[in-house]
Structures are given as C-alpha cells and as structure tokens.
DNA sequence: TCTGGGGTCCTAGGACCC
DNA sequence: TCTGGGGTCCTAGGACCC
C-alpha cells in the first residue's frame, strides 16, 4: 500500500470553442454544425467549432479568405457578441469558484485552480467533477489539464482538448516525455512565432526537446522567459498562480473603422468617442490615468494607398478620469500627428501609468473639479441605465460613418430586457 | 472590397549623472 | 581644451498571451 500523496496541482479549465459554445447555447439547431465567430467588423475568425476546424477553416484567417469553404459547407457565421459572451463566463467562473474560490481568471475562457488540496489519487474524478459541473449549470463545455506547474496544465489541457473524457492529469504519470513529444514546440505556452523560428533553426521541434535543453544554453540565446518555460516543463514552478486580481495598469479602446476615413474631422470625432469610452471604462473601476498615447495607421495591407501609422504620448498636468479633459487632450496630440491624403483604417486611445483615484481629490481640487466628477457619474449613470452613449459629447459625432460592420450579429443579450427570446402561445 | 482588440512583460539603447 | 567609464532611469518597440 502506498501512503497518501499531496503534491502541487494545478488544473487549467479552458472553454472549447468559447464564443461558437456562447451562440450554440440560445441556438440548438447549430448544435453538429459547423460554425464560426467573427472579430470586431467581421474581419478575421477567432472562435471555430470542431466541425469548422475539420474543413480546414483557420484560426485568425481573414473572413474573405476562408468564404469559399465557408459558402461551399454552409458553415454558420456570427459577428462576436462580447456583452453575451462577458455574461456567459462570469457564470462559468462563478461555477468554478463554488470549488475553489482562489482561482486565477486568465481569460474569458480559461482559468487556473489550486488542486493541491486533493490527494495524487482524487485530483482527476475532481477534474471530471469540474468539467460535468460547469457542463450541466452553464451548458459550455470545457477541457481540462491537471499538472504540477502551469505550463505542464497547458500541455495536459492541450491534450485534453482532443480527447472525449476532456480530463488529461500529469499528476502520478511516472514519464511523461513520450507525452511531450508529440507536443510541437509551438504549441507550447509562452513559445510564440519568433521563438518556435529560433528554436527550429537549433532542432528543437517539440517539448520533449526544449525541456531536455540546458537552462544555460537557453538563457544565453534568449531570455528568461524562455528558461523559465523549460524548467516548468521540467516540472519546477516557476509561475505562481495570480489569485487576487490586479488592477490593470493601463486601458486601450481601438478600433478598425467600417470604411476607410480621409477626413479629419470624422477621425476626430472617433478618437473622441474612443476616449468617452475609454475614461468610462477607468472610472468604473476608480482609477486615474497620468497619461495618454493616441495612434492612427492606414491599413498595412492596401500600400497602393500609401502607409502611414504614427502615434503620440502625453502626460495630462494631473492624473485624471475626466472625459472632457482626455478629449480636449487627445483631440490636440491627434491634430499634432494627422497627416492629409491618407486612408486612414484604425484608431486608438491608450490611457496609461493609471492609478487608483483618491476619490477624484487633489491638492489642486476645486469646486469646479467637484461638479466635473459629479457630472461625470450622472452620464455614467444615464448611460448605464438607458445604453451606452445615450449622453455623449458632441466631438464625438452623431453619423458614425466610421461605426464597426456587424453583419452577423446573433442579436442575443443576457443583460438587454428587449432581447430576450419571446415566447407565443 | 474585405485582414480584431486588449493586455503584460522584457530588453536594448539613449539620456543623464558623477 | 582635451578626455573615461560606470551606474541608473526611462522609453519605445517587440514578443507573447487570449
């Protein structure tokens, strides 16, 4: 009889096909079938189903490129849905926290739990306990990867991916090489398309090998990051898992337009609405930020056009969250950087070195400063209630020519009391 | 015609100081 | 007027993740 073992376990629960999974639920008919969602204006496919993966449709590929196949096998498109698919995960992760509440929410679709808890002989019916969980409380699917470091749970996870049970557990397996053999190099965490071209050009085409490469080599060709990746796949910790949240050090809003904008003022008028969207998203979560970049580029795609892409950093005198001042800011350092006769394709702002808001007070506080944050909650508060943008600036436009295409849109939002489905009697 | 968006971390190199 | 090198800090850009 062997004593009881209690050694580091982490589980990486991932979401199969997250986003087709979301649309699946309030549509039953597109259950077997193959289907696809579609980044912001429809441009590239980021979530596929099994079915769609089989036709050879890849993931990131731009939709017009894979529109043949997609046509020719009537596979379902779908614009994504964030504010549905936001939903849906908060249900997932909230089901997962019923077993351990100190999870690491990695994504919207995956997270880190501390198994350790469980014996080596518990920890996969607890895995399969998980998954048939969050299966029969949210209706999505998961995968799941038990291991000792979380690069290994991403390499179990990978291999869970492709099996029926969807539970792969490294815990207790005396030898796991013959494993990460057949894992390629690039499908391993933290080995993206640089490293995978560095790594090949020195014979390292699978996990097995780059977990066999001394740390010293390693290190010296390319950096810790690296290293660490080894040794986790050696089966030395080296990546703790981030219970508590942390605040965010810095929010990017950006968008490519619906059509290419020329004219200034509608560049204005989305860099403006980018920024109301942008200070929204800090004060909701009462932080200030000490500076801002904004960018513009020309599609890198069309160069018959010309390429253009310049950006630009400012610091505002005082931290801030007010949307009136990161307009007037940004609205300057746009005019700094615009250039005449360009195709302009996407814009952005990026509020950064953001801290947390002392309450909107400051050595230089003044009443006015009161009224502004006051102002400020009362079109937070409107626009909550009644929709975004229902109180905008007027710099922001009303047109919206440069609005996102959205031509697939499911049109289902948990949190929109007009969406829900109606039933007839 | 049509190619996403939002993050974090690391590093090389420049600026500055002594 | 000539000239050195080492340390620190900051930033832009790159690589990675989903």
């Known amino acids: 009889m062997s004593s009881i073992q209690y050694t580091k376990k982490i589980a990486l629960i991932d979401c199969n096909s997250f986003y087709?999974?979301?649309?699946?639920?309030?549509?039953?008919?597109?259950?077997?079938?193959?289907?696809?969602?579609?980044?912001?204006?429809?441009?590239?496919?980021?979530?596929?189903?099994?079915?769609?993966?089989?036709?050879?449709?890849?993931?990131?590929?731009?939709?017009?490129?894979?529109?043949?196949?997609?046509?020719?096998?009537?596979?379902?498109?779908?614009?994504?849905?964030?504010?549905?698919?936001?939903?849906?995960?908060?249900?997932?992760?909230?089901?997962?926290?019923?077993?351990?509440?100190?999870?690491?929410?990695?994504?919207?679709?995956?997270?880190?739990?501390?198994?350790?808890?469980?014996?080596?002989?518990?920890?996969?019916?607890?895995?399969?306990?998980?998954?048939?969980?969050?299966?029969?409380?949210?209706?999505?699917?998961?995968?799941?990867?038990?291991?000792?470091?979380?690069?290994?749970?991403?390499?179990?996870?990978?291999?869970?991916?492709?099996?029926?049970?969807?539970?792969?557990?490294?815990?207790?397996?005396?030898?796991?090489?013959?494993?990460?053999?057949?894992?390629?190099?690039?499908d391993v965490w933290g080995v993206g398309r640089q490293l995978t071209k560095f790594y090949h050009k020195n014979g390292i085409y699978n996990a097995k090998q780059l977990k066999n490469k001394s740390n010293t080599w390693i290190k010296k060709n390319s950096n810790v990051l690296g290293s660490r990746t080894a040794m986790e796949l050696?089966?030395?910790?080296?990546?703790?898992?981030?219970?508590?949240?942390?605040?965010?050090?810095?929010?990017?809003?950006?968008?490519?337009?619906?059509?290419?904008?020329?004219?200034?003022?509608?560049l204005r008028e989305a860099v403006a609405s980018y920024c109301l969207n942008a200070s929204e998203k800090i004060r909701s979560e009462s932080l200030i930020a000490k500076s801002i970049t904004v960018f513009i580029r020309t599609s890198p795609f069309q160069s018959r056009f010309g390429y253009y892409s310049n950006s630009k950093t400012v610091d505002f005198p005082i931290a801030t969250n007010n949307s009136i001042e990161i307009v007037k800011t940004a609205l300057t350092t746009l005019e700094s950087i615009f250039k005449n006769g360009y195709r302009y394709q996407k814009a952005g702002v990026i509020l950064s070195n953001l801290s947390e808001s002392a309450n909107g007070k400051n050595l230089f506080s003044s009443e006015k400063d009161e009224k502004i944050s006051c102002l400020m909650r009362s079109i937070d508060n409107t626009n909550y209630r009644y929709g975004r943008s229902s109180i905008s600036l007027a710099s922001a436009g009303v047109q919206k020519r440069w609005n996102m295409k959205r031509e697939y849109s499911s049109k289902i939002d948990t949190s929109d009391f007009y969406c829900l489905p109606k039933i007839m009697t």
């Open 20 to 186: 087709v999974s979301c649309e699946r639920l309030f549509n039953p008919k597109i259950r077997k079938k193959p289907v696809v969602v579609l980044s912001n204006n429809d441009g590239c496919i980021v979530s596929r189903s099994n079915e769609a993966k089989a036709l050879g449709i890849k993931m990131g590929e731009p939709y017009f490129k894979a529109k043949d196949i997609i046509i020719k096998n009537n596979v379902q498109v779908f614009s994504s849905n964030y504010s549905l698919y936001g939903d849906l995960s908060r249900r997932v992760m909230r089901t997962l926290k019923r077993f351990n509440a100190d999870i690491e929410v990695y994504s919207i679709d995956e997270a880190f739990m501390d198994l350790s808890n469980f014996s080596d002989d518990e920890v996969l019916n607890v895995g399969q306990e998980i998954r048939s969980t969050v299966l029969q409380w949210t209706g999505i699917p998961t995968s799941i990867g038990i291991a000792k470091t979380k690069t290994l749970s991403k390499v179990a996870n990978h291999i869970a991916k492709k099996k029926k049970s969807g539970v792969t557990n490294f815990i207790g397996v005396e030898n796991i090489d013959p494993l990460l053999e057949k894992v390629d190099i690039n």
């Open 234 to 266: 050696r089966g030395i910790s080296c990546i703790d898992l981030e219970k508590t949240e942390s605040k965010r050090k810095s929010c990017v809003v950006s968008r490519s337009f619906g059509q290419r904008i020329e004219k200034y003022q509608e």
